[in-house]
């Protein structure tokens, strides 16, 4: 016996199904022996499964970053397991909770042979899926306003500094904003390549994904690492479908993942980058 009806009715993902429909939903959970010493799944694990919390608590943790507690009825990991991406976050579940779980594939079987549902279904997660987008978009423009405002008072600040009588702190306080106005501006916003539109830079050392991409900056993977920060590298860039050549010189080495900070591109080059991270970042826009 899975969850109940009524506990998957308050799922927005389930929105609309009838009592019958529900049952044979509630039917494909199984329930999950809970290890308060483990985590229900950690950040990094390849998304598999759902789960609904019933009973209990869910922690969400987001190492360095955000930290939510889940409680009844709570649908948890949805996304990642419908779309097959890694985990963000570790979850950590209570003692004496009660946490089902829904196979990824049990569930699109299910909904390949009972189309009228699955058509349903796909509407509800379009739904959720725009609201959080919606809600994304929301949050990033506050951040965005409060670094405009960040921005204008560091360059208030290090019009102070310059106006002012030199102390012995003036030169570090000036290097200090200078450094912070430079690194927030806008040229340097990176963007993770999504997965429809992949990008790869081609080194001597052979083909390597990039992880992130700005005006300015590529971050790879390359299977060797081809220089030390500091040195010299050239290659060629590939944009989901366009071909650029770079160069650059190498800005940081850390775990396997090299940074190239850019030299000056030629205007056509420059256009076709400034096109890739415009698709790229309106795939994060709903419009």
Known sequence: MG?????????????????????????????????PAKPLFDVGE??????????????????????FRLYPPALIGELGALTGLPRSTRANV?????????????????????????????VNLLGVVADKVHRDQTRMGD???????????????????????????SAPVHDTLDKLITTNRRVNYRVEPPSALPVNVRLDTGLAKVTDISRSHVTCTPSTIPAQPGGWLSGVLSLAGSEIPISGKVHR???????????????????????????????????
């Open 94 to 122: 209570a003692a004496g909770s009660t946490v089902w779980g829904l196979r990824a594939k049990t569930v699109q079987d299910f909904f390949a042979s009972n189309q009228e549902l699955g058509v349903r279904f796909l």
């Open 143 to 169: 951040m965005r306003q409060n670094l405009i405002r960040t921005q204008k008072e560091l360059k208030r600040l290090r019009e102070l500094v310059l106006e002012a009588d030199e102390t012995a702190i």
């Open 253 to 287: 080495v850390q775990g396997g993942r090299v940074t190239i900070e850019l030299d000056l591109l030629i205007d056509e080059y420059a256009a076709t980058l400034e096109n890739y991270l415009t698709r790229a970042q309106l795939l994060d826009v709903l419009v």
């Open 46 to 67: 390849q998304a598999t499964e759902l789960y609904l919390l019933t009973a209990g608590e869910v922690v969400l943790d987001r190492p360095g970053d955000d930290l």
């Open 3 to 35: 969850p109940s009806a009524t506990e998957l009715r308050t799922i927005p993902l389930f929105h609309g199904f009838g009592d019958e429909e529900l049952a044979k939903l509630s039917s494909l959970f199984a329930r999950i022996t809970v290890d």
